[in-house]
Nanobody, 123 residues
Framework: QVQLVESGGGSVQAGGSLRLSCAAS????????VGWFRQAPGQEREFVAA???????YYADLVKGRFMISRDNSLKTIDLQMNSLSPDDTAIYYC?????????????????WGRGTQVIVSS
């Protein structure tokens, strides 16, 4: 069983940056794929970024070049550095993990979810 707890959300003006962090518990964290999804009001959850167990990274087109995912297996953390934020990035951001090391963009395929952290970007 893996528990995920996000932190670092908040309010920022357009063009600003935020860094989200996720603390994970559980064994064999280094073998897990990890990632981030987000959900804006009235919209479905959407894939943002992910990293497989081999440190390969994957990004949604909307965030490519602006967001960067990283992981620290010794600390069991997953970070999401978000730059050049726009109001369209406003959403609840969820940390996710799955025990097999590959990355998939479907939310249904991720086994563990944090409770989410709110990000608000004002224009």
């Amino acid at each position: 069983q893996v528990q995920l707890v996000e932190s670092g959300g908040g309010s920022v003006q357009a063009g600003g940056s935020l860094r989200l962090s996720c603390a994970a518990s559980g064994r064999a964290f280094s073998t897990y794929a990890v990632g981030w999804f987000r959900q804006a009001p009235g919209q479905e959850r959407e894939f943002v970024a992910a990293m497989n167990s081999g440190y390969g990274t994957y990004y949604a087109d909307l965030v490519k070049g602006r967001f960067m995912i990283s992981r620290d297996n010794s600390l069991k953390t997953i970070d999401l550095q978000m730059n050049s934020l726009s109001p369209d990035d406003t959403a609840i951001y969820y940390c996710v993990a799955k025990p097999t090391g590959d990355v998939v963009i479907s939310s249904r395929m991720w086994d563990y979810w944090g409770r989410g952290t709110q990000v608000i970007v004002s224009s």
